[in-house]
C-alpha cells in the first residue's frame, strides 16, 4: 500500500495544503519518510491523516465558486470500530460546507472494506448541504453492497454509471459537468 499514492495529476490546477480553505492548510509533507499506517500497512507520505486510524483522504480539487470538491479516500472506512464517518465529517466536511462546498465526489478505489455503524453522520451531512450531494464514484462492489446494507444509498449516489468512471483521464471541471449531469437525469428522469 505504501506505493499507492493519491492522484496527482491535477496538482498544477490544486493542491489542498496551499489553499486557505483547506483543513490541511500548511500541512508539511515528506516523499520518503512513512509515518502513517493503515494496520500493520504503510501508506505513501501525500495521503493527510483525517484522526482516523484506518481511512486517510485526499482532497484532489475543490472549486468554491461551483461549491464542489473532489476527495480520493484510502483504507478501511470503519464506522463501527473507529467511527470513521465521524472523522471525515468533523475534521474535513464541516470545514468545506463553511466555505462554500456542498457538493462532494467520494472517489472510493482504494477502499478495501467499508463496516456500517448508524446513519446519523451520513444523514447530518446530506441536511447540511441543501441542494448539493454526495456522490461515491468507483467503489468496490462489496463496500457498495455494505453501503446498501445499511441505507447509505438514501445520502449517497454510487452504483451504476458512477462506478465505471475513467475519472482520472477528464480535468476536475470535465468530471464536475460529466457528474452533474449524470446526477441531474438520475433525480429528473
Known sequence: ???????YSWRHLY???EDERSPFYQRKYSEFEFTHAIYDHY????WD???SSTLFIKILFAEYARGFCVIELIG???DILYNDIMYLKRNVVENLIESGINKFLLIGESVLNFHACDS???EEWADELEDGWIIGINFREHVMEEFIAADLDYYIAFGGRFNCFAWRALDPLQLYDKVEDL???R???
Not at 500500500?1 to 492522484?7: G, Q
Open 1 to 7: 500500500m505504501h506505493d499507492i499514492e493519491p492522484h
Open 120 to 122: 446519523d453522520y451520513y
Open 49 to 51: 491523516d483525517i484522526g
Open 187 to 189: 433525480l429528473n428522469p
Open 43 to 46: 501508506i505513501h507520505p501525500q
Open 15 to 17: 493542491i489542498a495544503s
Open 76 to 78: 478501511e472506512w470503519n
Open 183 to 185: 446526477i441531474t437525469k
